[in-house]
């Protein structure tokens, strides 16, 4: 009697190690529609272990690419959002994402702006009409892999409070220590300024920190340093990403009555408690016209000091939270105009923002200056663009069950 075909194994069938070396080298959109297979595949898939594992071979396949953005998302979907490879950042690839058609945007909101980017999560805001400032803010999470939107349920301290003045900070981390993403905000009133040149701003306000593992948010009970002066948003990240990994979150500030006196404050995402980093000794002596602002280079926190037509120097704090670990790691003086350092991107090209703001990376190594095609930057009459990292994620944006 002859033997019956052996019947084709399914997939299903596989050994669990193989079937998870073969899911992961696929991206995760396509994983989202095998969640519908059977309870077995979306039991493998929704694993906390696979998605990390996914996600780490995502970055380190060098994966990440970075989007461009005017300050803001184009709510009406006019401009494309246009990617950059970061293994090769001189190709385009426009329309990478698009706007989630779940996002209804609700009357008077016509500004929105980017707040974080994290493991293939982007935290974004929408605003009101700056007329209608009495509303507050609308805070989403979104997986642009796996169209997945949430908007944020409304925190405990309104951001705006009738028609007063309001400094408002919103910030996006990780914490490793709990595998939570967490939203923190903070702000503080301020009364008419007495002239044009001069404002008078009251104490902060109560902190509070949004968990996406808990569906909620919370006032905790330490307060952002009442001795900082100003946050300054132009001397903050502009390529968005880069902040938050490590389950910290970093400003740039300078000190109550003292213009080129600056402090890093510092914000633990698991202790949820306010400190500080001392800026390198050298950067606080220059003159005001010289402007700084931080990133990170290598995965280490760096500032950066520069003026129009002079060089640009780049600090580095090679060991976390040690002062005397700043070591001055390059000095850029082959540009002139206006220039303005952007940061460095993944594979350690520093990122330029020139006249009419076209973006150039510049190769250290090479020392070749490649200019990037942006369309439109200066729509919306800003003169900074914001970078945005971004990779591939199967990071699920719904509290935890």
């Keep these: 009697m002859d033997k019956l075909p052996k019947q084709p194994t399914t997939m299903e069938k596989l050994p669990e190690e193989i079937l998870s070396d073969i899911l992961i080298r696929l991206p995760a959109k396509q994983l989202a529609q095998f969640r519908c297979v059977s309870k077995p595949m979306n039991a493998l898939l929704s694993q906390p272990s696979f998605i ?29 959002i246009i990617a950059h490879p970061s293994h090769s950042p001189d190709i ?5 994402i698009n706007l989630p058609a779940s996002l209804t945007i609700p009357p008077g909101y016509t500004h929105s702006s980017i707040i974080g980017s994290l493991n293939g999560l982007i ?7 700056y007329t209608v400032f009495v509303r507050d803010p609308i805070i989403c999470i979104w997986n642009p892999s796996l169209n997945a939107l949430r908007i944020l349920p409304p925190y405990t301290i309104p951001a705006s409070l009738g028609f007063e003045g309001i400094d408002l900070h919103i910030r996006f981390g990780y914490d490793p220590e709990t595998d939570d993403y967490k939203v923190v905000k903070f702000s503080r009133l301020f009364q008419q300024p007495a ?23 919370k006032l905790i009970n330490d307060r952002f340093p009442s001795h900082v002066g100003w946050i300054s948003e132009f001397a903050g990240l502009s390529i968005i990403g880069s902040d938050g990994h490590d389950g910290h979150i970093h400003w740039l500030c300078e000190l109550n009555g003292k213009i080129t006196k600056h402090t890093i404050v510092a914000f633990d995402l698991a202790t949820e408690i306010f400190g500080e980093i001392p800026v390198p000794d050298s950067i606080p002596q220059y003159k005001k016209d010289r402007t700084k602002l931080f990133g990170y280079l290598s995965g280490n926190l ?13 600090w580095v704090m090679n060991e976390y939270g040690v002062a005397e670990s700043w070591v001055k790691h390059h000095v850029f003086s082959q540009f002139s105009g206006n220039i303005v350092p952007l940061g460095f991107i993944l594979n350690k090209e520093f990122l330029l923002q020139g006249d009419k703001n076209r973006l150039a990376l510049y190769d250290q190594i ?35 069950s």
Excluded: Q
């Excluded at 385009?92 to 990478?96: A, R, S």
């Design 52 to 80: 990390k594992s996914h996600l780490h071979r995502s970055i380190h396949n060098n994966d990440e690419m970075f989007m461009v953005f005017c300050s803001e998302l184009c709510l009406d979907g006019e401009i494309p």
């Design 92 to 96: 385009e690839n426009p329309n990478f």
């Design 123 to 129: 935290c974004f805001g929408l605003w009101p009409t």
């Design 195 to 217: 002239s044009a040149f001069e404002s008078y701003f009251k104490e902060w306000l109560e902190v509070e920190v949004y968990s996406m593992r808990k569906g909620s948010w």
């Design 302 to 314: 760096c500032v950066m000091s520069y003026m129009e037509d002079g060089d640009i120097e780049v």
């Design 366 to 400: 090479a020392a070749k200056v490649n200019s990037l095609e942006v369309i439109a930057t200066s729509r919306f009459g800003f003169d900074r663009v914001k970078i945005v990292s971004y990779v591939d994620s199967l990071v699920w944006i719904a509290p935890a």
